[in-house]
């Protein structure tokens, strides 16, 4: 079973939601924004969609 990563949400100066993930560490691996993350969130399937 793949975890899936912690993301919190932020936002930029101009107003635009953003998600951040996290590394083990605490660090910044990844950041993108909110919508972006959120059309691929919807292209995927469940495990019970599949």
Known sequence: M???ARRTTHRSV????????RDSKGRFKDI???????DQD?????????
Not at 32 to 38: G, L, N, P, S, V
Not at 42 to 50: A, G, I, N, P
């Open 42 to 50: 919807l292209k995927r399937k469940s495990r019970k969609e599949k």
């Open 32 to 38: 993108q924004t909110y919508k972006r993350a959120h």
């Open 2 to 4: 793949v975890k899936k």
């Open 14 to 21: 101009s107003g635009t939601k953003l998600y951040a993930v």
